[in-house]
């Protein structure tokens, strides 16, 4: 009977290809609706985020991205990175949204504290960092929360951009290997390269044009499987952490094009503050000469996060 009855393609004088073109379309435009003002499930403010900053993205840069197959759909993930400019949380933020998935970061509290970005922060579901305080847990408890909830938790494992002379990943924080091995939940480390061309660190004065072409690769997630089962320790910490990093610094050569230096550069051994604007801490004259490459301290300059 069915054999006999026209199909409603037939009955609507639709050729069923065309029927198919009309639904890729629509998948189509569905999807660049979701570029252009967030994923429909995404927080309002979130989405108007996006609807304002994206087309400056879309205008002032251009884009190189790979990896996009790496991210998970179907579970929480950490994506970490590493940080060369204050420009490039919008760059991280702007990969992972094209692929239809809401970065939830984890930020410093002072920037919750500026009037209209942080009710933006807030009503986005930005997770705040308190650093040196009784507060300090409540951001890694939001992170485990929104991992498990099926989000995506965004941190930058060095904690503050990089001190690095040449912007190679330097010594991370334990922060993303504790929430990694506490959930279980894969790591992708996401590397990036060229919002320093925009602002330089701890630079005032950003250079827009001619537009720079923004890097951006994903790799396989992090190898944790067999740190997972064992107690968490600072040994253990440690070697997930250092695992995070190394993944890191092996995505950045493939888009520098080049090869890290050997080791693991840590701010502490260089005499380096930690925080803000690079400045000595020591009183050894072969290591004055690092800080000096940032410039006077900016007293308003703070850590990106714990």
Known sequence: ??????????????????????VCHRRHTDEKDCMRTGPRHSPPAYRF???????????LTKRQWSGAEHLPRDRGFIAVSNHVSHV?????????NDEGIVPHFLAKVEAFKVPVVGAVLRGAEQIPVYRESGQAGD???AAVAAIEDGQCVAIYPEGTVTR???LWPMRGKTGAARIALATGCPVIPIAQWGAQEILAPYAHRPSLLPRHTMQVSAGQPVG??????????????AEATERIMAALTSQ????????????????????????????????????????????DDDPDDVEDQA
Do not use: C
Request: hydrophobic share 40%.
């Open 1 to 22: 009977m069915s054999s006999i009855l026209p199909s409603p393609a037939n009955m609507l004088d639709i050729d069923p290809a065309a029927d198919q073109d009309v």
């Open 49 to 59: 985020a996006v609807t304002v900053l994206r087309p400056l993205l879309m205008s």
């Open 88 to 96: 490039d949380p919008f760059v991280f933020a702007h990969f992972l």
């Open 139 to 141: 951001a890694y408890g």
């Open 164 to 166: 690095e002379p040449a």
């Open 224 to 237: 944790l499987d067999d740190l997972r089962d064992q107690p968490v320790t600072a040994e253990v910490l």
């Open 252 to 295: 950045l050569e493939v888009l520098r094009g080049e090869t890290a230096p050997p080791g693991r550069f840590d701010p502490k051994v260089h005499g380096l503050t930690l925080t803000g604007r690079p400045k000595e801490v020591t009183s050894d004259p072969s290591k004055r000469a690092r800080a000096a490459e940032w410039g």
